[in-house]
């Protein structure tokens, strides 16, 4: 079956702009996570989403939000970019009955 | 404050020889688990250890958590150059499946034919 889908793969934004990024879990999977992977902190993590609500959140600031769709299908923004917001940001998705995270290939984001 | 602690942060390796990469935390996990990682790919699971003690073996790949389940090893036997990539500790302070874990820095490994 497909696996986790991200998009977009790559982009580059300024200081100050917006982003948002997108991820289609796998089919059947209700939870998806998003984390932010640097050299220097490693993967952190953002917050998770299951049936629309979010469910956990990570220590970020309040630029960083997300939502999630009726069809499981989720979406995160960062408004106000700064530069140390450049990373790899990942999203995974899960059953509730398993703790095994599937992550996508990531969204690189660039800013400048 | 990192509550996992990977070691070595690098390994560059023969082809053949044989590797231990460490996952250590002051702190008790309900479950630890090891990801691999290669270049623009996410992370792919390797193994779930949730018991105290527990040991784990994978092909060549030998997992274990620690007795006061704060800590948790890997280990590899006759290490190939597709064992290539960055691991990753990862650990459930509760005992919920949900997609909240904490990351080690992780520990990239090279090995060369």
């Known amino acids: 079956k497909a696996g986790v889908t991200q998009t977009p793969r790559y982009l580059i934004k300024t200081r100050g702009q917006q982003v948002t990024l997108s991820c289609s879990p796998i089919?059947?999977?209700?939870?998806v996570s998003w984390y932010q992977q640097t050299p220097g902190q490693g993967l952190q993590f953002l917050f998770e989403y299951f049936s629309e609500t979010q469910r956990n959140k990570g220590n970020f600031p309040g630029r960083f939000s997300g939502r999630q769709f009726s069809n499981s299908r989720s979406e995160m923004n960062v408004s106000t970019l700064e530069l140390g917001d450049s990373a790899l940001y990942l999203c995974?998705?899960?059953?509730?009955?398993?703790?095994?995270?599937?992550f996508g290939e990531g969204s690189r984001l660039t800013v400048l | 404050t990192q509550l996992l602690e990977q070691s070595p942060q690098f390994l560059s390796i023969q082809e053949g020889e044989n590797l231990t990469v460490y996952c250590n935390s002051s702190?008790?996990?309900?479950?630890l688990q090891w990801y691999r990682q290669e270049p623009g790919e996410g992370p792919v699971l390797l193994v779930t250890?949730?018991?105290?003690?527990e040991v784990k073996k994978l092909k060549r790949l030998t997992f274990q958590f620690g007795d006061a389940r704060k800590d948790s090893s890997l280990h590899i036997t006759a290490a190939q150059p597709g064992d290539t990539g960055l691991y990753l500790c990862?650990?459930?302070?509760?005992?919920?499946?949900?997609?909240?874990?904490?990351f080690g820095q992780g520990t990239t490994l090279q090995v060369k034919p």
């Open positions: 089919s059947g999977h209700r939870s």
């Open positions: 995974a998705s899960s059953l509730v009955t398993s703790g095994e995270l599937f």
């Open positions: 990862a650990g459930r302070k509760d005992s919920s499946n949900t997609g909240k874990l904490i």
């Open positions: 250890v949730v018991t105290g003690g």
């Open positions: 702190s008790v996990f309900s479950s």
